[in-house]
C-alpha cells in the first residue's frame, strides 16, 4: 500500500501561482511514477501531469502545458505541482496519484493505483 497525502491547495486570484505537495509513505517512493489529476465540479476527473520514477519522462495535459510543472524530491517522499498562471478553470479538488508504470498515466484506458484524498484549488476572477 501507498498512503498519499495533498497539501497546498486553497484560494487565489486568477494569474496567481500555488504549488501542491504531496507526501507518500508505506512503500519506497522511488520505485513510483507520480502523477497529479483534477475533478471539477460536475465534471470528470482528468489527467494534469505525470513524472516517472526518476524524472525523466514528463507528460502535461494540453490546457497546463508551460503552467504548471511537476517534479519530485525522492529524498522528502514528496511530489510537487508548481501552479503559475491559474485561470478561473483551473478551479478543481487535485488529486495526487502513484503507480509502478508511468505508463498507467498516459497510456489511454489505463488505471493508477493509489490515490490521495484531494485538495482544493480555487481560482477567483
Known amino acids: 500500500q501507498v498512503q498519499l497525502v495533498e497539501s497546498g491547495g486553497g484560494l487565489v486570484q486568477a494569474g496567481g501561482s500555488v504549488r501542491l505537495s504531496c507526501a507518500a509513505s508505506?512503500?519506497?517512493?522511488?520505485?513510483?511514477?507520480m502523477g497529479w489529476f483534477r475533478q471539477a465540479p460536475g465534471k470528470e476527473r482528468e489527467f494534469v501531469a505525470a513524472?516517472?520514477?526518476?524524472?525523466?519522462?514528463?507528460k502535461y495535459a494540453d490546457s497546463v502545458k508551460g503552467r504548471f510543472t511537476i517534479s519530485r524530491d525522492n529524498a522528502k517522499n514528496t511530489v510537487y505541482l508548481q501552479m503559475n498562471s491559474l485561470k478561473p478553470e483551473d478551479t478543481a479538488v487535485y488529486y495526487c496519484?502513484?503507480?509502478?508504470?508511468?505508463?498507467?498515466?498516459?497510456?489511454?484506458?489505463?488505471?493508477?493505483?493509489?490515490w490521495g484524498q484531494g485538495t482544493q484549488v480555487t481560482v477567483s476572477s
Open positions: 496519484a502513484a503507480d509502478l508504470k508511468y505508463s498507467d498515466f498516459v497510456s489511454p484506458g489505463r488505471a493508477v493505483g493509489y
Open positions: 508505506g512503500r519506497i517512493f522511488s520505485n513510483y511514477a
Open positions: 513524472l516517472s520514477w526518476n524524472a525523466g519522462s514528463t
